[in-house]
């Protein structure tokens, strides 16, 4: 963060002094979590269920601490608040207006924005000093977290924004306006808070519509809930896909043994050859997006071509391929889940999978609503309509996955039910051959607990 006394951050949210004049300055970073403050930082104070941020105070502030944002005088210097979380927005949106030569990059999507985004950082880092951090910080804490990571030096912001109903992206476009904005696709994510695919389109384009009109919105041609938010912007358009109009296109693809794809980019009069070294033929469409950021941001066409082969996966469980000594391979995407998103990993799977066994372990999709069951269901008719081998799913609220997999007729694989990820482990401890393809995924339920029991079973060696 930019360096701000006490004084300026009262100031700036609306706080009140405490145990101080307000000349200490925040030098160092902010953050919620008091083992990561370092030297001259500022620690956000939050009272969670389990622990009270503010009995961690004292601590920070003699380990070098500037202050404390929080509710409550906690005996140090710092700034008491009402809301810490409407605090922090203030306090990024005036770091923002300080800063006005960095370049705000805002991306959405029901499915793909952190792996995007780790894209970003990694290219637009060619250009100069980017602020992309690992994970998924989209949300009213994530966000202006992210935001207040910016300082002189940094060129580019790279945002991700999530949604989980219409007004929440406006919210968050109101702490940090971007002058690019992605929308990468529209899909069943959410739908228990959005209602339809419809109602997440409707909020998804709130980024859009926030672009200056100097700036510029990278739209999905692929996807008509998506192409048609163009008439929601003043800002210039800049279609990408697969089809014909786009102005960024990719065509020619071809998935290698390992699912990563290959394929000719078009953009304009130029062409170059694209080889992915990440899996998932859903990354082509991925990579679109983040490269007509890279070319808004000034990178020539021809080092976009070799800088999109050399990108990879930064945020953990997100399409994490690695190879067992025995020769199984795993493939951890168990971060999240939705159905767009598993059907795109299903599809990595049988690429992957082609001439081998192939496994999915599918967790429970949470946030669906009415469309839960349908949801689920739908995902397990993609998994054996796609020849996958044997299907697993985790949780009772899963288990229609394995009822849309009976409905595909000659489907001949096998369907194991597994009440909880235990379960799910015994089935594979059983049964699990070499030259496996196994495939991990779900919404946080701790899925992950299976590809962690695959990665420590047996020694692993490097894709």
């Known amino acids: 963060m930019i360096a701000l006394t006490l004084g300026?951050?009262?100031?700036?949210?609306?706080?009140?002094?405490?145990?101080s004049d307000g000349s200490p300055t925040v030098t160092g970073?902010?953050?919620?979590?008091?083992?990561?403050?370092?030297?001259?930082?500022?620690?956000v104070a939050f009272a969670g269920e389990k622990a009270d941020g503010h009995d961690y105070a004292a601590a920070v502030v003699?380990?070098?601490?500037?202050?404390?944002?929080?509710?409550r005088d906690a005996g140090v210097p710092g700034v008491v608040v009402e809301d810490q979380l409407a605090a922090l927005a203030k306090l990024a949106h005036e770091v923002l207006g300080r800063l006005p030569e960095l370049t705000v990059v805002g991306l959405t999507g029901s499915s793909g924005?952190?792996?995007?985004?780790?894209?970003?950082?990694?290219?637009?880092?060619?250009?100069?000093?980017?602020?992309?951090?690992?994970?998924?910080?989209n949300n009213e804490l994530g966000f202006p977290y992210t935001v207040l990571q910016a300082d002189e030096k940094t060129r580019f912001l790279v945002l991700e924004m999530g949604a989980?109903?219409?007004?929440?992206?406006?919210?968050?476009?109101?702490?940090?306006r971007p002058s690019i904005g992605v929308v990468l696709n529209v899909g069943a994510a959410h739908l228990g808070e959005f209602g339809s695919v419809e109602g997440t389109a409707l909020a998804k384009g709130e980024l859009v519509?926030?672009?200056?009109?100097?700036?510029?919105?990278v739209l999905n041609a692929d996807d008509a809930l998506v192409s048609a938010m163009a008439s929601r912007t003043t800002a210039r358009v800049l279609l990408v896909g697969e089809a014909e109009g786009a102005d960024l296109r990719a065509s020619g693809i071809v998935l290698d043994a390992a699912g990563r794809a290959s394929y000719v980019l078009t953009h304009g009069s130029d062409q170059g050859n694209v080889r992915l070294g990440v899996a998932g033929r859903h990354q082509v469409a991925n990579s679109l997006s983040a490269a007509a950021v890279a070319l808004t941001a000034g990178m020539a066409f021809e080092e976009l071509v070799t800088a999109l082969g050399e990108v990879g996966i930064v945020s953990g469980r997100r399409m994490d391929v690695f190879a067992r000594a025995d020769g199984v391979t795993v493939i951890d995407d168990s971060y999240n889940a939705n159905p767009s998103s598993t059907a795109?990993?299903?599809?990595?799977?049988?690429a992957m999978g082609a001439g081998k066994r192939t496994t999915a372990v599918l967790g429970y999709m949470a946030e669906l609503g009415e469309h839960e069951v349908p949801g689920h269901a739908e995902v397990g008719r993609l998994a054996a309509e796609l020849g996958v081998d044997r299907l697993i799913a985790v949780d009772e609220n899963a288990r229609p996955i394995l009822s849309g997999s009976a409905q595909v007729d000659g489907w001949r694989g096998a369907a194991h039910f597994?009440?909880?990820?235990?379960?799910?482990?015994?089935?594979l401890q059983q049964d699990l051959r070499a030259d496996d393809v196994v495939l991990v995924k779900g919404s946080r339920y701790r899925t992950w607990d299976v590809a962690d029991w695959l990665r420590r079973s047996e020694e692993v060696q490097p894709t």
């Open 8 to 19: 300026e951050i009262a100031g700036i949210t609306g706080g009140r002094l405490v145990n």
């Open 29 to 43: 970073g902010v953050e919620y979590d008091s083992r990561k403050v370092g030297p001259g930082g500022l620690f």
């Open 62 to 71: 003699a380990g070098g601490a500037a202050g404390v944002l929080g509710t």
């Open 113 to 137: 924005k952190t792996t995007t985004k780790d894209y970003l950082g990694q290219l637009l880092s060619r250009l100069g000093p980017t602020v992309a951090p690992a994970g998924s910080l």
């Open 164 to 176: 989980r109903g219409v007004g929440h992206i406006r919210y968050l476009t109101g702490i940090a």
């Open 209 to 217: 519509e926030a672009l200056p009109e100097s700036g510029v919105a």
């Open 344 to 350: 795109a990993a299903l599809h990595a799977l049988a």
């Open 418 to 427: 597994a009440a909880d990820q235990a379960a799910a482990i015994e089935i």
